[in-house]
T-cell receptor, first 118, second 117 residues
């Protein structure tokens, strides 16, 4: 089945530093990947849609300079949280759309990355 | 705009009893509907989806869901709950691409299922 990995699974950083999170589709190609943020006991909030070879599309209210997204290949997208602050602490989840799944374009989710900013 | 409602924050059920987790949706055109499960500190795992066809959809781990167009509902069900089913469940909807919905999934707020002995 389609597998999506994220690295790291957990990261703790100091306020003001930048953190990079990787999302990889392991056994399929994904032209589109999605980045979500999840607060405790809350639903997933779509942050941005990452398109291979082009600029990401950000949802309203998400700072593109704060959350840098790069989708350089069909199997890798990265999210960099720049100048992280404690309020950026959250669970970040990526998903990837499987090209081969046809019209329905199913999304497969990564295991998530827990970011804690001290 | 598409939306999903999960009216219950938490559902408690005894092991062996049937369970239902409710979901209603609002979307233009025919919806694509999904259920996902999330265990603590983990990503979402796909359970089942409705695209077209039979209104009763069977999925992973014995779960099923019934698409009801007139009630705009897609409730998740299981005939006999297990303690291991305890987790956070999300309903999601996506509009067909041709209606301009793109590939965005809109999630409900989640329902915590607790199955007790």
């Amino acid at each position: 089945g389609a597998v999506v990995s994220q690295h790291p699974s957990r990261v703790i950083c100091k306020s003001g530093t930048s953190v990079k999170i990787e999302c990889r589709s392991l056994d399929f190609q994904a032209t589109t990947m999605f980045w979500y943020r999840q607060f405790p006991k809350k639903s997933l909030m779509l942050m941005a849609t990452s398109n291979e070879g082009s600029k990401a599309t950000y949802e309203q209210g998400v700072e593109k300079d704060k959350f840098l997204i790069n989708h350089a290949s069909l199997t890798l997208s990265t999210l960099t949280v720049t100048s992280a602050h404690p309020e950026d602490s959250s669970f970040y989840i990526c998903s990837a759309r499987d090209l081969s799944s046809g019209t329905y374009n199913e999304q497969f989710f990564g295991p998530g990355t827990r970011l804690t900013v001290l | 705009a598409q939306s999903v409602a999960q009216p219950e924050d938490q559902v408690n059920v005894a092991e062996g009893n049937p369970l239902t987790v409710k979901c209603t949706y609002s979307v233009s055109g025919n919806p694509y509907l999904f259920w996902y499960v999330q265990y603590p500190n983990r990503g979402l795992q796909f359970l089942l989806k409705y695209i077209t066809g039979d209104n009763l959809v069977k999925g992973s781990y014995g779960f099923e869901a019934e698409f009801n167009k007139s009630q705009t509902s897609f409730h998740l069900k299981k005939p006999s709950a297990l303690v291991s089913d305890s987790a956070l469940y999300f309903c999601a909807v996506r509009e067909p691409v041709h209606t301009g919905g793109g590939n965005k999934l809109t999630f409900g707020t989640g329902t915590q299922l607790k199955v007790e002995l």
